[in-house]
């Protein structure tokens, strides 16, 4: 499944919203101040944000279509002339 730029910075906005709101639920039980309870919410949410960006990355640069000169065999005959097959 290939996503837009789009698509993934919503899906990563929505996963670290999730995880910041998680996380300010369970800061607010414990004994700690405000201020220290906002900014652990603000780092952990930001960093979420972040690492789904660069997991995102990852896998692109994974991706055989971020190859260059990569063209994905149309039928069996074209998959039989493609120079990324394994040898026999």
């Given amino acids: 499944m290939t996503l837009s730029t789009r698509g ?15 996380t300010l639920t369970l800061l607010l039980i414990a004994p ?7 900014t652990n919410t603000a780092l952990i949410t930001a960093s979420t944000f972040v690492v789904g960006i660069a997991a995102d990355g990852v896998v692109r640069w994974l991706s055989p279509l971020s190859r260059p000169g990569y063209i994905p065999p149309q039928s069996q005959s074209d998959l039989e002339r493609s120079p990324y097959r394994s040898p026999d």
């Fill in 32 to 38: 700690l101040g405000l201020a220290a309870v906002i």
């Fill in 8 to 22: 993934a910075l919503v899906r990563n906005g929505v996963v670290a919203g999730v995880n910041g709101a998680i």
